[in-house]
C-alpha cells in the first residue's frame, strides 16, 4: 500500500486533501480509484489508513479509516553530517540514509570536498534533496521525513552539534586500530532516545586539521573496519550498525 504525508493535524471527521504531486501520483502511476485505501502520515507522526472518496489527477481526497499502531523510527535519532558528494552519489547516500531510519542528514563545505555548494544554489539543491528524501521516507513507510540541513563550514557544524549526545567522527587511519573502542563503546551503550551524530569526510577524505578540530570539540574518533570504504558506503555501514543496536539490542 502506497503512503503520503500531510503536514496537518488529525481530525478523523475530516477530509483531506493530497498535494498536486501526490495526486498525480496517486491517479496516474499507482492507478488508485474511489475506495481504496492508502497509508497517509499527519503530523505527530500520526499514520492512518486512508480511503480515497475523490480521486481528481489534481486533487485526490481522502478521509481517515484506520489508525496504525507503532512506528517505523529508530529509538535512537542518528544524524549523519558529510560534504556533498560528486555526480548523482549524494542523491543516492541522501535515499539509502532515510530508508535506514535516520533522522537528519547536514551538508558542509570542508577543505577537500570537490561538489562544493554555492550559496545562490542552496535553496534549489535543498528543495530537490528535500523531494528525495521524502520519497524514500514515503517508500520505506517512514513516521517522518528526516531533515535536511545545510551549514556552510566546519565551525558551523561544530555549532549546529552541540545539543547531540553523543559525536564521532569517521577517520579512514583508524582502520589500523584493531580495538576501535570508541565505537564499541557507542554501540554498547544505551541508545535509546539518545542522539547521535556522525561526521564523514568526501572523496577526498578529512584533513588531519579538520579531525583533530573536531576531537578538539569533543568528538571521538571511530574506525569503520579494515577496509577502506567509498565517502557514499561508509555513513550506510555506520548507520547499519547504530540501527541493529538500537532496534535489536
Not at 558528494?85 to 549524494?90: M, R, S, T, Y
Not at 540541513?149 to 552539534?161: A, E
Not at 579531525?211 to 547499519?240: C, H, M, Q, W
Amino acid at each position: 500500500m502506497q503512503q503520503y504525508f500531510i503536514n496537518e493535524d488529525l481530525n478523523v471527521e475530516s477530509t483531506y486533501e493530497l498535494s498536486k504531486d501526490d495526486s498525480n501520483h496517486i491517479v496516474r502511476i499507482m492507478r488508485k480509484k474511489i475506495e481504496d485505501k492508502v497509508y497517509v502520515v499527519f503530523n505527530n507522526e500520526i499514520k492512518y489508513i486512508c480511503t480515497i472518496v475523490d480521486n481528481n489527477v489534481d486533487k485526490v481526497l481522502i478521509t481517515p479509516y484506520e489508525q496504525v499502531i507503532g512506528t517505523n523510527e529508530l529509538s535512537t535519532k542518528i544524524t549523519v553530517a558529510i560534504p556533498p558528494l560528486k555526480n548523482d552519489k549524494i542523491e543516492y547516500l541522501m535515499q539509502k540514509l532515510t530508508e535506514l531510519g535516520v533522522s537528519n542528514i547536514v551538508l558542509f563545505n570542508s577543505e577537500r570536498n570537490i561538489a562544493k555548494i554555492k550559496k545562490d544554489k542552496v535553496d534549489s539543491k535543498l528543495n530537490r534533496w528535500n523531494k528525495i528524501v521524502k520519497e524514500a521516507a514515503e517508500q520505506s513507510k517512514r513516521n517522518v521525513i528526516p531533515d535536511i540541513t545545510y551549514v556552510d563550514s566546519l565551525k558551523d557544524l561544530i555549532v549546529f552539534s552541540e545539543k547531540f549526545d553523543s559525536k564521532v567522527v569517521a577517520y579512514e587511519k583508524e582502520s589500523v586500530n584493531e580495538e576501535n573502542i570508541n565505537l564499541k563503546n557507542l554501540l554498547h551503550s544505551d541508545l535509546s532516545n539518545k542522539e547521535v551524530i556522525a561526521v564523514f569526510g568526501s572523496e577526498g577524505g578529512l584533513s588531519e586539521q579538520e579531525v583533530d578540530f573536531l576531537t578538539e570539540n569533543k568528538f571521538d574518533v571511530i574506525g569503520l573496519g579494515k577496509r577502506i570504504l567509498r565517502a557514499e558506503t561508509a555513513p550506510l555501514y555506520f548507520v547499519s550498525c547504530v540501527a541493529y543496536f538500537s532496534e535489536f539490542n
